[in-house]
């Protein structure tokens, strides 16, 4: 009987077969300020800036072989997803697991915590969160064990349905994170702080993950650079 065929995940430079190549793509800068309510921060659109990085990350793809895109359907996701899935005559596949984190889901949804909460409250939430690396900092956020499983089971279906293949996800960096936490068994809910419209390369087969690269945006300082220069 024939030996199974071995897959590297570990050598950037193996052929595909056999694995899926994901490259997770945080969106571009969103519009964000404190008067908005919890409600209307789960889904804010991109900014002009955020819209420039969107298409600096599409240009840099665009260079690339891509066979799909996914996308979360939160607007600052898709719009990014968008960009880069045109450069391929490509439509995002949208995903509802793929949405990101809400630290405020629990709290009023028609108001701000950021006016209603004591600054000292809000300030002290994310500095636990910053130093501790983790989602039990945020008192009025969803279960982050559960958020971790959702991501994980839509990213494991992907890997299923595109081996031999590479795919865009265009997402959030709880989602990044969440994928590269599992890979790299970290306990961490967020092991790193990835850069907007960054890409993070991981391949997979079955359930082994391989992380290839971590929140690399040169393009991004490539086209400040570019921009910079234009403007002498």
């Not at 002290?124 to 982050?144: C, K, L, N, P, V």
């Not at 499983?149 to 795919?167: E, F, N």
Request: aromatic share 6%.
């Amino acid at each position: 009987m024939p030996r199974a065929r071995s897959i590297d995940l570990d050598n950037p430079f193996a052929p595909l077969t056999g694995l899926c190549e994901l490259i997770l793509v945080r969106h571009g800068e969103q519009i964000l300020s404190k008067e908005l309510s919890a409600k209307e921060t789960v889904d804010p659109p991109l900014s002009e800036l955020g819209e420039r990085q969107a298409e600096a990350v599409a240009n840099r793809l665009a260079r690339t072989r891509v066979d799909a895109v996914y996308s979360s359907p939160l607007r600052r996701a898709l719009r990014t997803g968008t960009h880069i899935a045109g450069k391929h005559g490509l439509k995002p596949v949208v995903r509802e697991e793929l949405s990101e984190y809400e630290p405020w889901q629990k709290f009023p949804a028609d108001q701000s915590p950021f006016e209603v909460l004591p600054h000292e409250e809000v300030a002290a939430m994310f500095r636990d969160h910053i130093r501790t690396r983790r989602y039990g900092a945020f008192t009025y956020a969803e279960d982050g064990a559960e958020f971790r499983a959702r991501v994980l089971r839509q990213i494991s279906s992907i890997v299923d349905a595109h081996l031999g293949q590479r795919v865009v996800i265009s997402c959030h960096g709880g989602v990044i994170n969440a994928v590269l936490a599992d890979a790299l068994g970290s306990a961490f809910d967020m092991p790193v702080r990835v850069h907007h419209t960054s890409l993070s390369v991981v391949r997979g087969a079955d359930t082994r993950r391989a992380v290839q690269s971590v929140n690399d945006f040169t393009h991004v300082l490539d086209f400040q650079t570019h921009v910079g220069a234009m403007n002498l």
